[in-house]
């Protein structure tokens, strides 16, 4: 790997870890350009797991330390999340290079899509952001967040985006505190998914390791500044590119 594709990586990688805070979906830009600079599909996506635990561990800190996130409540769903993406994990060693890059290219769109037509439900009361209202476990809440854990742990692309969303539909929760609540429950997604990427040989350690530094200095910035700035221009751009990104890849699989 050229010094050049490793600084692009890393300017990308720390743009996309701060504005990923408040829009998620990190892995929807940074996976598919690392397709492009013809890093290994199934080395790609672990590498960028290894990444993202990081990345999420930076992004926990702050809300932490803010009080807001309640990590006893969240225990039962942080249970179900470890086994489904453990399980999800496993299902990248099974699956074909163009089977990854048309998941990729699926999940691309369809969170795009999600994220267009979605209402934002949380805060809308006028309550203080990242407020942790009162809000409770329900069934379908609870299955959602399961099925959501193995999709986590075989890409991640939109994982958290979506299930910040179910937390605001089916717990009840506000947008800020889904927002902290994710954030908590995604460093144990990454990080049992990047365990079993670590078993199965896929992570590129010196990679990865740039990148981890890179995403947590990213996230842990971001979680301070980047959700005051305004969301409605973070969120176009985040569409726009990651449309572009899905266009590219659905392209290439046509053309091969």
């Known amino acids: 790997m050229t010094i050049y594709i490793l600084a692009v990586l890393v300017i990308l ?19 598919p350009i690392m397709f ?6 199934k080395v790609a996506i672990a590498t960028n797991m290894f990444g993202l635990t990081f990345m999420a561990i930076g992004a926990t800190i702050p809300f932490f330390r803010n009080g807001q996130i309640e990590a006893k409540r969240l225990s039962p769903l942080i249970v179900l999340t470890i086994i489904g993406s453990a399980i999800g994990a496993l299902l990248v060693g099974r699956l074909t290079d163009q089977g990854i890059k048309l998941i990729v ?31 409770g476990l329900t069934v379908a809440g609870v299955a959602a967040t399961f099925l959501l854990a193995i999709y986590g742990g075989l890409y991640s692309g939109g994982y958290v985006t979506v299930l910040t969303a ?7 929760m506000t947008y800020g505190g ?6 908590l429950v995604n460093v144990f997604s990454s990080a049992i998914a990047t365990l079993v990427f670590m078993w199965q040989g896929l992570v590129d350690y010196r990679l990865g390791a740039v990148l981890a530094v890179t ?29 572009l990104l899905a266009a590219k890849l659905i392209f290439d699989l046509i053309r091969t």
């Open 215 to 243: 995403m947590f200095i990213g996230a842990y910035a971001g979680a301070h500044f980047v959700a005051k700035m305004n969301e409605t221009l973070l969120r176009r751009i985040f569409l726009i590119t990651v449309l």
């Open 36 to 41: 492009q600079f013809g890093i290994d599909e």
């Open 105 to 135: 290219s699926m999940a691309m769109i369809a969170v795009v899509l999600f994220t267009l037509f979605q209402r934002d439900k949380g805060g809308s009361d006028g309550s203080e952001p990242g407020r942790i209202d009162k809000w």
């Open 178 to 183: 889904a927002i902290a609540a994710t954030k």
């Open 166 to 172: 179910s937390f605001v539909a089916f717990f009840g």
């Open 13 to 31: 990688f720390f743009l996309t870890s701060a504005v990923g805070v408040v829009t998620g979906s990190n892995s929807l830009i940074t996976v």
